[in-house]
């Protein structure tokens, strides 16, 4: 069974400042991953995605996103936080084999950004 | 650009009544989705649906919850009885044929069970 573990439940950056939010998989095998986002009162929005080829990922609003299979990780990274990036972002992995595809989330990470 | 859309975007029912909630996916895509979000928790997987019938579904889908495309557009999930910890946000996704394709999610229905 797969499962997606999210360090930091609430992370606070001042604006300006890097954006780190951790991720890690436990999986027989790389699964697809994904970091969509949620604003308040609003539904998932996906703001990029791995499923094959160069391990670092560029996403919507200036957000990327790095797959290290050796270290089980799929860590989202911003080099400058705005005040609008405010919000919950959640990691996800599907199966890369056959199947439906279900979406398997992490608990979620709540970024603050601080004026 | 698609969407997924979903109705109604609040439903309040009492405990014990039955609700749908409807989802219209992205003409295209072929495969349906249900999640819910109790406030406070992480996004969970209830059922995934294709060519018109469920493919997988998880131990919270029990025979409370149905579903069903009753045409070409729309996807249904019904409570037959909800109980009050069904309140809950609940978001419809779909997804083209294919590996490595994402899910569209919708808005999601926030679900108030009294």
């Known amino acids: 069974a797969q499962s997606v573990t999210q360090l930091g439940s609430h992370v606070s950056v001042s604006e300006g400042a890097l954006v780190l939010l951790r991720c890690n998989y436990s999986?027989?095998?790389?699964?697809?991953l994904f970091w969509y986002v949620q604003y308040p009162n609003q539904g998932l929005q996906l703001l990029l995605k791995?499923?094959?080829?160069?391990?670092l990922v560029k996403g919507i609003n200036g957000f990327e996103a790095e797959f290290k299979k050796s270290e089980t990780s799929f860590h989202l990274t911003k080099p400058s936080a705005h005040m609008s990036d405010a919000a919950e972002y959640f990691c996800?992995?599907?199966?890369?084999?056959?199947?439906?595809?279900?979406?398997?989330f992490g608990t979620g990470t709540k970024l603050q950004v601080i004026p | 650009e698609p969407e997924v859309t979903q109705t109604p975007s609040h439903q309040v029912t009492q405990m014990g009544q039955e609700v749908i909630l409807r989802c219209v996916p992205i003409?295209?895509?072929?495969?349906f989705y249900w999640y819910r979000q109790i406030l406070g928790q992480k996004v969970e997987f209830l059922v995934s649906?294709?060519?018109?019938?469920?493919?997988?579904k998880s131990e919270i889908f029990d025979d409370q919850f149905s579903v069903e495309r009753p045409d070409g557009s729309n996807f249904t999930l019904k409570i037959r009885s909800t109980k009050l910890e069904d309140s809950a946000m609940y978001f419809c996704?779909?997804?083209?044929?294919?590996?490595?394709?994402?899910?569209?999610f919708g808005p999601g229905t926030r679900l108030t069970v009294t």
């Open positions: 996704a779909s997804r083209q044929t294919g590996m490595g394709y994402e899910q569209y």
């Open positions: 999986s027989s095998v790389p699964p697809y």
């Open positions: 791995y499923t094959t080829g160069a391990t």
């Open positions: 996800a992995v599907t199966p890369n084999s056959g199947g439906y595809q279900k979406v398997t």
């Open positions: 003409s295209n895509h072929l495969y």
């Open positions: 649906f294709y060519n018109n019938e469920i493919s997988e």
